[in-house]
Each structure stands twice: as C-alpha cells, then as structure tokens.
C-alpha cells in the first residue's frame, strides 16, 4: 500500500514537472492551439545569437532542435519561423501541403541579386501561375529524361568538353605540381551549359567569360551563406558596400548574357524550324504567349546558365572526398577502368554499370546537406497539428535529416556503399538533397549528369591528390567552397593517354 501512494505521488509529481518543464518553454503540444515549442526570443534579435554559435546555420538549427524536437518555433528578427527536420513532417509540408508552403522569403539580399525583384528568380520568387509556366517550360531541357534527345545531347556535349578540359589540365598540370583547379572546372561547367542551352562555347583564356564565369560562382556563394540583415532589413545601411557590390553581378550577367549569347542567338531563330536548344524555346515561347515578357525569358536563361556553378562546387567536394578518402577514389577508377575496358573515354552511358561512382556522388550531396532554401507559408495553414500562421518561413532541415542516426548508420562516415543495394544504386526515400514537391529542383538530372561525366573522367585520367589533406576546406551544410580554394595535385594514371591529348 505504502509503495502503491509512494508511486501515485511520484506519478502526479512527474507530471506537474513535465506541466512546468513545457509551460516554461511555451510548449503547448497537448492542445496545439499555440505555436510549436521553441526558445524565447530576445527583443529586435529573435533568436538570432542561437544561431552564431555554430559554423554553419543549420548546424546551429539542429542544435536548437536537440532541445525542442522535431518541430520548433524559432523568432529571427521578428520573422516567426518553423524548423522541421523529420521526414513525414517534411513530407507533410513539401507534397501533402505544397500548395500551403509554396512561398519564398523576402530577404532584401534576393531582391538586389535579381535585379531589384526577387521574382524574376525562378527560385527565389513566390510561387504564382508565372512559376508554373517558367517551370514547364525549362522541364524538357533541365530535367532530360533518359534515352531522350535531350538526354543523349546532355552526354555528348558533357564528353565534348571534357575532351578540352583534360587538354588544358594536362597542360597546365605539366607546369604547375599543385594547382588550383576550381577557375578550370568552373570554365568547364559553364561551357557545359552554354552549349547545352545556347550551342556556344567559350575559349578558357576568354577574359569576359572567365569573369561571367567568376561572377556566377560569387552569386552562389551568396545564395548559400546568410546573414543578420535578412532578419533584421533596418540593418542594411551597415550593409550599404555588400548590396551595391550584389547589384554589379546581376548586371555584368547580364551584358555579358546579351552581347554573347542572346543577341547572335535571336539572329539565328528559325520559328518554322524546331528550337535548336533553350534558347531557341525560350525565344519562341516569348513570341506565343502574352503573359510572358522579355525580362522574363532573360532572367531564366540567366537562372539556369548558373546552373553551372551548382554543378562545379559539387565537383570540388567530389574531389575533396575523394582527397580524402582514396580507397573511394581507387574503387571509382576500377569502375570506370571496368566499364570502359581501358579503351575510350567514360560517358554518361557507363553510369548504369557504375553504381559505385553514381553513389560517391549521392554520398557527397548527403554529407554536403545543400540548404534547402527556406519556404514561407501563402496561408494560414497547419503543420502536425500546430497552427502556422500565413508568412511563416519554414526552414527544412535537411542537415539534421542527413545526418541523423534515426536514418542513417554511423552518418559521420563516408559511405558510398550505403546507396548501393544489391549491386544497384538505391537511395532511402528520406534522402532529398534536391528536395521534393512543388518547387523541387529542376536541374537535378543535369547537375547529376554533368558531375558523373566530369569526376569520373578526371578519375578515368588522373590520381588526385593533396600535399596537405587536412588543409581542404570544406563547410557543413553548404554545397559551395570559396572561388579561391584547395590546390591539388594531378598525376597521370596513364601517361601514353594524356600525352595524347
Ligand atoms: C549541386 C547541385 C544542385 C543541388 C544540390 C540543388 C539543390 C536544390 C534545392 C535543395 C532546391 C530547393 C528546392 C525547394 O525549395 O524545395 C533547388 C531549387 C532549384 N534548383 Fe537546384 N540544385 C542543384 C543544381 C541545380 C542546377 C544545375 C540547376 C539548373 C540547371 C538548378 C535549378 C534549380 C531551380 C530553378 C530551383 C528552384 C525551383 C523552384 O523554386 O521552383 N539546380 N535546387
């Protein structure tokens, strides 16, 4: 009897701590009629110290949610958030209720990088009918189905230029032992796309391509980095330099779009005649539809030549990873040796007999954790239950989902083998680097492409490298590295073949 009481007592007192534990926190999951739980947010600054304290937002974010769960209230500024980082809640928010989620922030650093309105970006604008038709209209050629014209194009314009970017590798290689790679492969990417979208390419030594070049990769890097005043907007007199220098990009884009790409292009365009490539489509798709105008089509095309520095960052941390572990790299070059037969250059072809270079690549996108660029709420709507109130931002964390062990075993370590199964390339359906729903990537299938065809011909060719492994750089939920990174050091794995070229 007496223990019976003793237990009673214990029972009511854990629960009136638990009653205290969550109204301190403004923990009202029981009746979720309030927010989600979350820090208390400090006048003018929100939370925003909670995330300083970590290298990277997101690793602070997780952090954070090591306190509260899966789901959190977290105030930046003034702006009330939501962060998420389980996978049904992900799903609840990106395909049960895309519509509800399908909005942008409105960060005045995405106006300046767009021209001075963030919804000439495809990604960074609302979602609206516009989107709808911008989106379809870059499927076709941004997201080529296997076997598909398109397809077939994406292959032989990715091996076409390969060719000339193991030429001058190996000349520079040849005079320089360590080098620093990334302007070449960034020159690479962007010849990829351009003659992808607009059948042109561009000498390495072309001054005012390798500055377009340059820029393109500054505005990536911004994309990913964050900062005090997108919360904080009053802030931006202290941030007076860094805007105006923001607007200079999008305007050396922009001539450099027009002078060498659009103006010969529209010279050329034969409307009776199929498009020749997205630029052609873009142009025709001007002519026919009324609610489409000029800036439009411009801005698109600038959106997905860009593309090209997504495709060039994520072949550096190929490159670092495999720096960095070579056993990854010598099983890739026993693929590539394999499905090649040692006898002619690797194409995209190869890449259903080369799961274990197709899953080195996954692995990379897995401990990179691309941001997913916030979402905001077009709605009052509900997330598990809890009231989200319209112009919420959503913060889907997917660097908490990628690294956590409820998915993953030992998610530290890199892995290739954990996407393979049964000699196939298998990805668990919680593993979205390109997100998934509405405003999933669209460029996924070429940024794939084009990296399998880059690092496993730089591999086909080359032992990669480094003099000082611990020296490569690399930042935690970021798929970008800075221009002016890692040097590393490129030595023949064949010396016939690369004399030859
Ligand atoms: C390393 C390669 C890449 C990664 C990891 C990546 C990842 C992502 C992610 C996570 C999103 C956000 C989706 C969302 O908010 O739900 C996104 C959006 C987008 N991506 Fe990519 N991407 C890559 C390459 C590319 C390339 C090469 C292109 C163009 C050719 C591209 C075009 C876009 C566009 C236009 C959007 C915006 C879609 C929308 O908001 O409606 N991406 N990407």
């Known amino acids: 009897m007496a223990l019976m009481v003793t237990l009673g007592l214990i029972a009511v007192a854990a629960a009136l701590l638990g009653l205290l534990v969550a109204l301190l926190r403004g923990d009202s999951k029981t009746q979720h009629a309030k927010r989600p739980p979350g820090p208390k947010p400090w006048p003018i600054l929100g939370s925003l110290h909670l995330l300083g304290q970590c290298e990277s937002p997101f690793e602070a974010l997780t952090e954070v949610g090591k306190m509260y769960g899966e789901i959190y209230s977290i105030t930046l500024g003034t702006t009330p958030c939501i962060v998420v980082s389980s996978f049904p809640l992900i799903k609840e928010i990106l395909i049960t209720k895309g519509s509800h989620f399908g909005n942008r922030p409105n960060f005045l650093r995405f106006h300046m990088l767009f021209g001075g309105d963030r919804n000439n970006s495809l990604a960074l604008c609302d ?4 989107q709808k038709t911008r989106r ?24 076409a230029e390969v060719v000339e970017f193991l030429a001058e590798l190996s000349r520079v290689t040849k005079e320089t032992r360590e080098y620093k790679v990334k302007p070449l492969i960034q020159a690479a990417c962007f010849n990829m796309f351009s003659q992808y979208m607009c ?5 390495y030594d072309n001054t005012a391509c390798a500055k377009v070049v340059r820029t393109f990769d500054d505005i990536f ?10 919360f904080m907007p009053w802030l931006s007199p202290v941030y007076k330099n860094h805007m105006r220098l923001i607007c200079t990009w999008s305007q050396t884009v922009r001539q450099f779009i027009l002078s060498h790409i659009v103006d010969r292009q529209r010279l050329a365009l034969d409307t009776s005649e199929e498009p020749r490539d997205f630029t052609d489509a873009l142009l025709m798709h001007l002519q026919e539809d009324p609610n489409l105008s000029w800036e439009h089509i411009i801005f698109e095309l600038e ?8 495709v060039g960052n994520l072949a550096m941390l190929t490159l670092a990873a ?37 899953a080195t690549i996954l692995e990379v996108l897995r401990t990179c954790s691309s941001p997913i660029v916030p979402h905001v709420a077009t709605q009052d709507t509900t997330i598990a239950g809890y009231p989200v109130a319209k112009d919420t931002m959503i913060f889907i964390n997917n660097y908490n989902l990628n690294h956590s062990e409820k998915y993953w075993e030992a998610p530290n370590e890199f892995r290739p083998e954990r996407f393979i199964a049964s000699g196939k390339v298998s990805k668990p359906e919680y593993f979205i680097p390109f ?19 880059l690092i496993s011909s730089i591999l086909q060719y080359y032992d990669v490298t480094s003099s000082n492994v611990a020296s490569i750089r690399t930042y935690p939920a970021c798929v970008a590295v800075p221009m002016d990174t890692f040097s590393l050091i490129f030595t023949p794995r064949n010396s016939a073949f690369v004399q030859s070229i």
């Open 127 to 130: 979602w609206s009918d516009l």
């Open 435 to 453: 997100s998934t729903g509405k405003r999933t990537c669209i460029g996924q299938r070429l940024a794939q492409g084009f990296t399998f065809i």
């Open 221 to 230: 890097w911004e994309l990913n980095q964050g900062y005090a005043v997108d």
């Open 322 to 358: 495999v720096v960095r572990h070579p056993e990854v790299a010598k099983n890739v070059q026993k693929e590539v040796d394999a499905a090649t037969g040692g006898s002619r250059n690797v194409n995209l072809f190869d890449k259903t007999v080369m799961p274990y270079t197709e």
């Open 136 to 159: 379809n209209i870059a499927r076709l050629y941004c997201s080529p189905r296997f076997a598909s014209v398109h397809y077939d194009n994406l292959d032989h314009v990715g091996c």
């Open 303 to 310: 959106d997905f030549l860009g593309g090209h520095s997504a």
């Open 199 to 203: 059948s042109t390419r561009f000498a």
